[in-house]
């Protein structure tokens, strides 16, 4: 989508435009790979949300339209439903890297919006959401100290790939985003197919030289066509308010002892407890006029401090851990009923419970005549106690214990003659899955069907 405004990075085949659609907002660009096509807006509100406002409203948000491919939504409502994953993480994708280059004390809430406009189905469009977020945000007049710039680096018959296409990264042993501005490493994400150390590190050394030309790109653009950078009010901790809070915080080390406590809960409520003193340290010394939002930014700050340096002069972190150890991890499975398969995940003090249900067995039940489910019921009892005479035949278990021995020939010839239908594996799987079998012994008799 030509623009008033263009740049175009030759060895990358991007380009990026700006100056003629969406004037008013802050700022917008088009980004383009091959037919690949993005629109990206920035847009800051004039005024905090609310004068006590304590934190910064950052909303980053990435939507494909099924229109980019040249398709509409099938199925009864004929339209985009929410969000898809491929959505969200790239919208996160985006918002990692972008969030700690405004400034501190910025709290007018910002919105980066991304719509794919075109899709050729070759090139991906995330890596270019954050490079067109970053042009975006250059060119506009909200405070914001980048450029950064990002690529996807993959790596086929051992040669380093930019971008690589669809069809490429099904060859590639490397699946690399690194996000950067001309200096650090900002972010990296992805993943490797037992790819050496030191082929890591060199692939992050080509990738830092690789988004030089993105980053000059934009700052080329920005030059033709940007706008002067907006004074807004910060909120920043004043010095006063700190030197207090700092005071209260190092009376008998208070606030690292409330850190290293064992417990989150228990560190909580010592935290609390210390930012209550210094609250009242300051409204008792900075009287009435005093705004309780310093106490939270001074505390950022202070805890920052103490994490920081417990990391790196002692090695040890909040809960007693030092870098290389891993909170204590347990998992239990088999912890729900009727479902096909469940487990229970602990690590540290967050646990996890996921079920699996098999929608294939769920069709193959329901294409099944009604009479069979009268066999369910009865196989259901496996699991049960009650008479065992309700138990089939052709399916012999010791009550009470888990050794289980399967007559699948039976099996399939008592449906077949009871009710008149064809049976098949995965049938089968399915009975014997409702039947309170787990999936592992439910697959073991459709292989054994095989």
Known sequence: MKQKHSV??????????????????????????????????????????????????LTVDYREKFAAAGRFPGGYFRREGKPSDKEILTSRLCDRPLRPLFPEGFLNEVQVIGLLLSADQINDSDVLMVNGASAA????????NGPIAGIRLGRVAGQFV???????????????????????????????????????????????????????AQRKLAAMYSKTKRVFPLVVCEPKALAICERVAAEGDQLKKAIFLASKKERGDAVKAVVEKAKAACKAELGDVFDSRQIKMAFEKLQEKVYRN?????????????????????????????????????????????????AGMQKYLKELKPTVFGNLIAMNALYRPGPLEYIPSFIRRKHGTEDISYDVDACKEYLE??????????????????????????????RAMG
Not at 137 to 144: A, H, R, T, Y
Not at 320 to 342: M, N, Q, Y
Not at 417 to 445: H, K, N, S
Request: proline share 4%.
């Open 8 to 57: 175009t990075i030759e060895e990358l085949g991007i380009t990026i435009n700006t100056g003629s659609i969406a004037r008013l907002a802050n700022g917008a660009v088009t980004i383009s790979k091959g037919e690949t096509t993005l629109f990206v807006s920035a847009t800051a509100a004039e005024d905090l949300r609310s004068p006590d406002q304590d934190f910064f409203p």
């Open 137 to 144: 945000l250059l060119c506009s007049d909200i405070p914001w």
């Open 162 to 216: 930019v971008n690589p296409t669809h069809e490429q990264q099904y060859e590639s042993d490397l699946d690399l985003i690194y996000v950067g501005n001309e200096n650090d490493m900002m972010m990296i994400e992805g993943s490797a197919d037992q790819l050496p150390e030191a082929d890591f590190i060199a692939a992050l050394e080509y990738a830092q030289k690789a988004i030089q030309p993105i980053i000059a």
């Open 310 to 358: 417990a990391i790196i002069q002692s090695g040890e972190r909040a809960d007693g851990r030092k870098p290389l150890d891993l909170r204590a991890i347990s998992c239990e499975v088999d912890v729900l009923p009727r479902v096909h398969g469940s487990s229970l995940f602990q690590r540290g003090e967050t646990i996890g419970i996921f079920q699996y249900e098999s």
């Open 417 to 446: 003659e009871t009710y008149g239908i064809t049976v098949y594996q995965e049938q089968v799987m399915a009975l014997c899955t409702v039947a309170g079998f787990t999936l592992q012994e439910a697959d073991d008799v459709r």
